[in-house]
C-alpha cells in the first residue's frame, strides 16, 4: 500500500550542529510538504515542495519526486528547533488529502 | 496569510455525549480535512470534504459525522463519545488537489 517512512524516528543534537531528516514515499505524489508540530500540537508549515529545492533561513528542503524521497535540513540547530518535523504526502488519486510520515523527534541540547 | 481556526483548544466531554468540533477556514479553499493524532499511529483521516455538502470517508470514520453547509466551516460530530475518542484533532484546508494544505491549531479532547 502507499507509504511514507521517516528516518531517523529520533535525533540528539548539540546546539550548532547540522542534521538532515529524510522522507521516502512509495508512489508517484502530486504534493509533498514538510511540518515542524509545535509543544501544543499545531502543525506550521517548513516547505511545500513536491519538486526541487528551497530554502528558508537556516532550513531548507529537495525533493527528487523520480526517486521518491525528500530531504529537510536543518543548519546550525537552535533549541527553538525541537519538536517533532513530519513529512506529508498527497498521492496521485488523492482528492487533496495527505499521508504522514511517524515523525523525526529532534532534540537539541544547549 | 491563511487562517485555519478551530473552535476550542481543550475540550473535556463525558462518555455518551454528542460532541461538536468545529473547523472554520478564511481563504475559500474547496477542501477541508479533520485528522486525528494518537501516540505511535500517527496522524490519521477521519473524514474529508471537497465541496459544500460533499463528504468522503477517510481511513477510520467509525463513530463519526460530518457536516459541510457552508464553504468556510467544516464540523465533525461525535454522535456518542467515547473514551477511545480521546485525542488530538486536527483541522485542515487546501485548494484541490496538490495544493498546499494548512492546519489548525488543534483540539486535544478528553472523553472521561
Known amino acids: 500500500g502507499i507509504q511514507v517512512e521517516q528516518s531517523p524516528p529520533d535525533l540528539i543534537l548539540q546546539e550548532g550542529a547540522n542534521s538532515t531528516l529524510r522522507c521516502n514515499f512509495s508512489?508517484?505524489?502530486?504534493?509533498l510538504q514538510w511540518f515542524h508540530q509545535n509543544p501544543w500540537g499545531q502543525l506550521i508549515n517548513l516547505f511545500y515542495?513536491?519538486?526541487g529545492t528551497k530554502q528558508n533561513g537556516r532550513l531548507s528542503a529537495t525533493t527528487v519526486a523520480t526517486e521518491r524521497y525528500s530531504l529537510l535540513y536543518i543548519s546550525s540547530s537552535q533549541t527553538t528547533d525541537s519538536g517533532v518535523y513530519f513529512c506529508?504526502?498527497?498521492?496521485?488519486?488523492?482528492?487533496?488529502?495527505?499521508?504522514f510520515g511517524k515523525g523525526t523527534k529532534l532534540s537539541v541540547k544547549p | 496569510d491563511v487562517k485555519v481556526t478551530q473552535s476550542s483548544r481543550y475540550l473535556v466531554k463525558r462518555t455518551g455525549e454528542k460532541v461538536f468540533l468545529e473547523c472554520v477556514q478564511d481563504?475559500?479553499?474547496?477542501?477541508m480535512f479533520w485528522y486525528r493524532q494518537d501516540p505511535g499511529l500517527g496522524l490519521r483521516l477521519i473524514y474529508f470534504?471537497?465541496?459544500?455538502?460533499?463528504?468522503e470517508k477517510g481511513d477510520i470514520p467509525e463513530g463519526y459525522s460530518v457536516s459541510r453547509e457552508k464553504k468556510e466551516r467544516f464540523s465533525l460530530i461525535l454522535e456518542s463519545a467515547s473514551t477511545n475518542q480521546t485525542s488530538m484533532y486536527l483541522c485542515?484546508?487546501?485548494?484541490?488537489?496538490?495544493?498546499?494544505?494548512?492546519f489548525g491549531q488543534g483540539t486535544r479532547l478528553t472523553v472521561v
Open positions: 485542515a484546508s487546501g485548494q484541490g488537489r496538490g495544493a498546499e494544505a494548512f
Open positions: 508512489d508517484s505524489m502530486n504534493n
Open positions: 515542495i513536491p519538486s
Open positions: 506529508a504526502v498527497g498521492f496521485g488519486r488523492s482528492q487533496g488529502n495527505l499521508i
Open positions: 481563504m475559500d479553499h474547496e477542501n
Open positions: 470534504s471537497y465541496d459544500v455538502k460533499m463528504k
